[in-house]
Nanobody
Framework: QLQLVESGGGLVQPGGSLRLSCAAS????????IAWFRQAPGKEREVVSC????????KYADSVQGRLTISRDSNNKTVYLQINDLKSEDTATYYC???????????????????WGQGTQLTVSS
């Protein structure tokens, strides 16, 4: 089975940058779209970005457009989320999730993502 492990969270000052990692292992990694979600305290979980199985396609939520970059490494085992110009509202637990995809695309729809990591906490504060 596909397993996901997030890492890279921490305490960062406003205006800084951070890269989160989602390490994928198990069967079918190459056939899964991967998405990043976040959940801030007291708020609902929201999707922020996704990337297609090959890494050639990606999407971003309007709320984070321009500050985030999602990518997959060359062996397709790790998906990264680079966040620039961090703001206090980026404080959240960040999760990656996987969805099998027969096509090389991804969608920003939570219900299709069935495999989830345990999350990594990002706190933006001075």
């Amino acid at each position: 089975q596909l397993q996901l492990v997030e890492s890279g969270g921490g305490l960062v000052q406003p205006g800084g940058s951070l890269r989160l990692s989602c390490a994928a292992s198990g069967t079918g990694v190459d056939f899964n779209a991967i998405a990043w979600f976040r959940q801030a305290p007291g708020k609902e979980r929201e999707v922020v970005s996704c990337i297609s199985p090959s890494g050639r396609g990606s999407k971003y939520a309007d709320s984070v457009q321009g500050r985030l970059t999602i990518s997959r490494d060359s062996n397709n085992k790790t998906v990264y989320l680079q966040i620039n110009d961090l703001k206090s509202e980026d404080t959240a637990t960040y999760y990656c999730a996987a969805a099998p995809s027969g096509q090389d695309w991804c969608v920003l729809t939570e219900r299709i993502y069935g495999r989830w990591g345990q999350g990594t906490q990002l706190t933006v504060s001075s």
